[in-house]
């Protein structure tokens, strides 16, 4: 079976640290992958994909992929008690037709 | 990208009964998803509607249980059929851009579901 795995968690750090949230998966023909915040009672919300290896940085956010290890991270930087979520990690399978998803990993933030 | 409605938001619902989750967006996409997230878990999906075809249905998930509809390219429709307690969810419904997004998918306001 075709699997993402997270660490459930919490993570907690203070505000103004570097969050580093961390993903593997299974299937080596996965060619996108997404890091989505959820927070408690809403839906999931894209924060970033990444489709190449290496780093792409969206603002206090650093998605890094390596295929050959198949790991994905996330790094929030400057991280703000707002952060606190669920960050789940998603894999896109069947050329990018279907995702699947980590259990997702809290992330706690404090002031 | 798009904004993804659903209705209803949320609903309580007896055992044995059957509900119908609607999704709406407001542009043409090419795929819609339905997914499921129990209490406390993360997303499975439960299938791919399809415009004008049957869904495609993960394993574990029947259509007898969980029929869908997708009448047109921004429109869908999924029914948990026959509710037991092990249903009450969230239902999500997810989309997929026509082009330019890659493979991002992205998700409705969810709909909450008690069965009592």
């Known amino acids: 079976q075709k699997e993402v795995e997270q660490n459930s968690g919490p993570l907690s750090v203070p505000e103004g640290a570097i969050a580093s949230l961390n993903c593997t998966y299974s299937d080596r023909g996965s060619q996108s992958f997404f890091w989505y915040r959820q927070y408690s009672g809403k839906s999931p919300e894209l924060i970033m994909s990444?489709?190449?290896?290496g780093d792409k940085e969206d603002g206090r956010f650093t998605a890094q992929l390596n295929k050959a290890s198949q790991y994905v991270s996330l790094l929030i930087r400057d991280s703000q008690p707002s952060d606190s979520a669920t960050y789940l990690c998603a894999a896109g399978m069947e050329y990018g037709n279907k995702l699947v998803f980590g259990a997702g990993t809290i992330l706690r933030v404090k002031s | 990208s798009a904004v993804i409605s659903q209705k209803p938001s949320r609903d309580i619902c007896q055992r044995g009964t059957s509900l119908t989750i609607q999704c709406q967006v407001d542009s043409q996409v090419t795929m819609m998803f339905w997914y499921r997230q129990q209490p406390g878990q993360s997303l499975t999906l439960i299938a791919t509607a399809n415009q004008g075809s049957e869904a495609t249905y993960e394993s574990g998930f029947v259509i007898d249980k969980f029929p869908i509809s997708r009448p047109n390219l921004t429109f869908s429709t999924l029914t948990v059929s026959n509710m037991s307690p092990e249903d009450s969810s969230i239902y999500l419904c997810?989309?997929?851009?026509?082009?330019?997004?890659?493979?991002?998918?992205?998700f409705g306001p969810g709909t909450r579901l008690t069965v009592l």
């Open positions: 990444i489709y190449s290896n």
């Open positions: 997810s989309v997929k851009a026509l082009a330019g997004d890659g493979d991002t998918q992205y």
